[in-house]
């Protein structure tokens, strides 16, 4: 599926060009078919990378240039408000006439740019400074997703360490602590996967300001008089790249800060669970000690011997069941006061 986006002068804002348009300044390939990837190669003349192509992880795979055309690509979230999120990679041509991103999943970010653009007030002008939006709209995304998180994994956390209710064990209290552990742990997976994101965007954006400030370089020298002077798309970014950075570098630190926090709640969790099952073990082991002198009473008198003392007595029977009570009630007693039970 094909959409072109246009700059719109007087507004600012990115509207949706009805079909191709070769005044686009955006076109997104959402799952594009075998046409319309010719069509897109045959306008721009250029070789767009297959599926497989992006799914590489080496970094030269990632980020290089063919004859002037950079391409990049970055790891993006989708699904993130869902029982399961999706992480594939985007990939983003930057030529000399419009940006192209090509995708085979709808992440938020991408699906909303216009929107997401105007309520930036993002120059959209050109398509570097178009592709440096779409970083800034990711980004925007990924520190939304940061915050709802720490929402949640606050609530989780109320969860795991509320205070015991008179004394009583964590069991008793109705939390699922195994339910809890598999919380922390799509906590944590989401987590991951947004720093992935977000670190394979700041090599992208970092790649962009090497591009500014080589551009800037090729100035100077042209101002000496050394070299025609450039034409260089990069030379608009205006250091719009050098705060992106700083922004992503913040989330990337406030992710990492969570991941910790994830590893402590699960580790915190695992604790609770093992207090609660040696609860239970110490319950099993305080009723066998319980029942042992009465079990060692009745087994007593439960022998068939023909000479036993007690069997004549008139009140042996009572007596013996009144040992049996008062040998259970003493240790239950004892462990009460201990503060075992």
Known sequence: MRHDYLHEPETGRLVAAPGSDLGAVWTDLLAPTPEEEAAVELELGIDLPTRDEMRGIEPSARIYSENGIQFLTANVLAGADTPDPVMEPVTFVLTQSRVVTIRYHRPYSLSNVPQRAAGMQADCTTPIRMLMTLMEVMVDRGGDILEAESRRLDLLSRQIFQPAVAGKARGARGVDLSAVIAQIGHHGELNSRLQDSLVTIERIVSHM?????????????????QVPAPHHQALGLNGRDKRLLRDITSLIDYAEAQSHRVSFMLEATLGLLNIQQNGIIKIFSVAAVVFLPPTLIASIYGMNFARMPELAAPYGYPLALGAMVLSAILPYLFFKRKGWL
């Open 209 to 225: 300001a090497q591009m500014r400030l080589s551009a800037h370089r090729e100035l100077a020298a042209a101002a000496d008089g």
